[in-house]
């Protein structure tokens, strides 16, 4: 069975940094690009960025990009988002997700429980 | 950037109710185009891919269509457990970007 399983989060001040981390299993972790996307308070989902297999390509929303840098250890089936110069504005559930696993490769298949930050 | 514009933003219906939710995309997507379902403090949940399949294990009341720049998600009889929000995803080019989301409620 996929699973995905974030953990990190927490309560920062603005200005502060976090690290969030992403450990998969239940599949060949090197093989797929990852992804994190997050949902503001009663707002609606918001991609965040992407990592390719081999972390050859990287993406990330511009409201992120310059503070967030997203990462992978494929020799520890784990995903990564290092986040700086928070803002209030981040405070948000982010959700790890795999990209085309069990379906196509255009989707987000499998999706973790979402791990929740706070800056204030 | 691809915007989609999704309506409506809410949605009244009743069990058994045929309801459509459409998700416009400001340039051509190749297809491009997934479909979620999320309920309330949960992950959201892939329902469709590639505009018109259906994800393993999802019912077949649900289905999803394609004409050009717009795209339809259908659920052919509403079930007490399909009341959730929706969102659409483009894939076609980065940034990716979601609809604003479809909220389904009890009538």
């Known amino acids: 069975e996929v699973q995905v399983v974030e953990s990190g989060g927490g309560l920062v001040k603005p200005g502060g940094s976090l690290r969030l981390s992403c450990v998969a299993s239940g599949f060949s972790f090197s093989s797929y690009t990852m992804n994190w996307v997050r949902q503001a308070p009663g707002k609606g989902l918001e991609w965040v960025s992407s990592?390719?297999?081999?972390?050859?390509?990287?993406y990330y929303a511009d409201s992120v990009r310059g503070r967030f840098t997203i990462s992978r250890d494929n020799a520890k089936n784990s995903l990564y988002l290092q986040m700086s110069s928070l803002r209030a504005e981040d405070t948000a559930v982010y959700y790890c997700a795999t990209k085309g696993v069990t379906a196509a490769p255009n989707c987000f298949d499998s999706w973790g429980q979402g791990t929740l930050v706070t800056v204030s | 950037d691809i915007q989609l514009t999704q309506s409506p933003s809410f949605l009244s219906a009743s069990v058994g109710d045929r309801v459509t939710i459409t998700c416009r995309a400001s340039?051509?997507?190749?297809?491009?185009l997934a479909w979620y379902q999320q309920k309330p403090g949960k992950a959201p949940n892939l329902l469709i891919y590639a505009a018109s399949t259906l994800q393993s294990g999802v019912p077949s009341r649900f289905s999803g269509s394609e004409s050009g720049t717009e795209f339809t998600l259908t659920i052919s009889s509403l079930q007490p457990e399909d009341f959730a929000t929706y969102y659409c995803?483009?894939?076609?080019?980065?940034?990716?970007?979601f609809g604003g989301g479809t909220k389904v409620e009890i009538k």
């Open positions: 995803q483009q894939l076609n080019s980065y940034p990716l970007t």
């Open positions: 990592i390719s297999r081999s972390s050859d390509f990287i």
């Open positions: 340039q051509g997507l190749s297809n491009y």
